[in-house]
């Protein structure tokens, strides 16, 4: 869940600035404006990806190597992403290609868990 939030968090500061122009009390706002809010949004991320990467270490005790959490917040980056891309960018499309990317990635999750 603490990858989940994180995720959500680093995608609305990486890529919800892109909306911003369609609301009012943004659309005169300078890059610097945007970086430093998108900065404040990637703050939130951080308070739950240290949390995530220290428990779920295996090297703090936790059940994951190192290579096995990054590939699982991939995973769940993409997955955020997409549901993201859907809800608030309406005129973007997913074709099969990119389902098959998905599963690819998905595959990737199995090989890096794989003994």
Do not use: C, D
Request: proline fraction near 3%; charge should be positive.
């Amino acid at each position: 869940m603490l990858l989940v939030m994180s995720n959500t968090f680093m995608t609305l500061a990486w890529y919800g600035h892109l909306k911003f122009k369609e609301w009012k009390w943004f659309e005169n706002a300078g890059i610097v404006a945007i970086v430093l809010i998108s900065w404040g949004i990637a703050l939130f991320e951080y308070f739950f990806q240290v949390p995530a990467n220290r428990i779920g270490f295996k090297g703090n005790g936790g059940p994951f190597t190192l290579l096995q959490l990054k590939v699982i917040q991939e995973v769940i980056s993409i997955t955020v992403f997409l549901i993201f891309a859907l809800v608030f960018f309406k005129t973007e499309q997913l074709r099969p290609n990119h389902l098959v990317a998905f599963v690819l990635i998905v595959i990737a999750v199995y090989l890096v868990f794989k003994k």
